[in-house]
């Protein structure tokens, strides 16, 4: 195994949503004349186009796959992006090495390759880190990171820093847990931060130590990135129009002593859409999704009052949405919320408001 590298290949991010937050992969190469084998093994093989893909994704029942194809592909694809790919030999026993290859081989079997996947805690990262430690013979160390505890929220917003509909999505979707700060291992599902744990690892063997990447390589020099250009509007933005909108309609209906039916039903069937989004988030597969405070003014309840306000009845939905605006603004103090959606939830209010004094009037 003298002539054999297993490499960590660690890709920058592109414009697509799927690639936001980078890749991994493992290099296998034999460099003798005779064998010239040069494989890349990716255990981020999906395919999008199977029904009811994003719906499965978003509920954590997507299944992943690892698969293996010329390492001379999968260099091309990432320099057609425009991606710097780094390359880590990594310093393995001829022993090791052949572990690895074993494991690499086992995992690639039609009835092993196929995983379920979850984003933060088993995703191609993580199972290209699982599988190299579990062939070293001794005990990776790594290296702590000083004043460095983010919360998963954080890293999804270092990640979508310049996309910002995948990140108000995100945090639409991510609840509370979202916020608890990670272990450097949790943290370690961003193929960035395991390329940093890996320069800095030392393997403990028989009382001695070696580190765990013998080399650092550029793969894949950084080219030019095309970026698509999306909506021209940020969330923010969008918001902050509606909150300027409910507020002339606000002062519009103050002054006429009389509410808007469109306005109103406007507002129920935005609310009442996130909410039911939110309420199905409850039986996802994601820790990270099922509790999530956003619910408390983000719920179904809309759905069960628009017929009779629509029929212009007397209800309790508005008192009851007004208790609500409390408790969701008391729920911040534990929970990140989703940029913009306090507009939103300040034209409800507002309405909780016109409506409340019509009732007392």
């Not at 936001?20 to 395919?47: E, P, Q, S, W």
């Not at 996130?274 to 099922?290: C, E, K, N, R, Y």
């Not at 009052?305 to 007004?322: D, E, G, K, M």
Request: overall charge positive; glycine content about 4%; some cysteine.
């Amino acid at each position: 195994m003298d002539s054999v590298e297993i490499s960590l290949l660690t890709c920058q991010p592109h414009d697509e949503v799927y690639s936001l937050y980078g890749h991994t992969a493992i290099r296998f190469h034999d460099a003798r004349k005779d064998k010239m084998i040069d494989v890349a093994f990716n255990y981020g093989v999906f395919d999008f186009k199977k029904s009811l893909f994003v719906l499965r994704f978003v509920f954590g029942l997507t299944d992943y796959e690892l698969g293996a194809y010329p390492y001379r592909f999968f260099v091309q694809q990432y320099r057609q992006f425009g991606c710097l790919v780094t390359e880590q030999v990594l310093n393995l026993t001829s022993e090791e090495k052949q572990r690895l290859q074993d494991a690499l081989a086992e995992n690639l079997k039609p009835e092993n390759k196929i995983y379920r996947y979850n984003y933060f805690y088993n995703n191609c990262t993580t199972k290209a880190r699982d599988v190299i430690e579990q062939c070293i013979n001794g005990k990776i160390e790594y290296a702590e990171r000083e004043n460095y505890t983010p919360s998963h929220r954080d890293m999804v917003h270092e990640m979508t820093r310049n996309n910002p509909w995948s990140r108000f999505g995100n945090d639409i979707l991510l609840g509370i847990k979202a916020d608890k700060t990670t272990t450097q291992r949790e943290q370690e599902f961003l193929p960035h931060h395991l390329m940093y744990d890996f320069d800095h690892a030392q393997i403990y063997e028989n009382g001695q130590y070696r580190p765990l990447v013998k080399e650092r390589r550029i793969a894949v020099p950084a080219g030019v990135q095309i970026v698509k250009s999306g909506f021209s509007l940020t969330p923010i933005q969008c918001f902050i129009i509606l909150l300027v909108v409910g507020v002339i309609i606000f002062v519009i209906e103050w002054r006429l002593r009389r509410a808007f039916l469109l306005w109103d039903l406007l507002l129920m069937t935005v609310t009442g859409t996130i909410g039911i989004m939110l309420t199905l988030m409850i039986f996802s597969q994601h820790p990270t999704v099922s509790l999530n405070l956003q619910i408390i003014l983000f719920n179904p309840l809309p759905w069960f009052f628009l017929w009779p306000i629509i029929r212009r009845r007397q209800t309790r939905y508005w008192q009851i949405t007004a208790v609500l605006c409390v408790l969701f603004l008391i729920g911040a103090i534990f929970q990140s919320y989703a940029e913009g959606i306090w507009y939103l939830a300040l034209c409800l209010l507002l309405q909780c408001i016109l409506h409340t004094n019509r009732v007392r009037q």
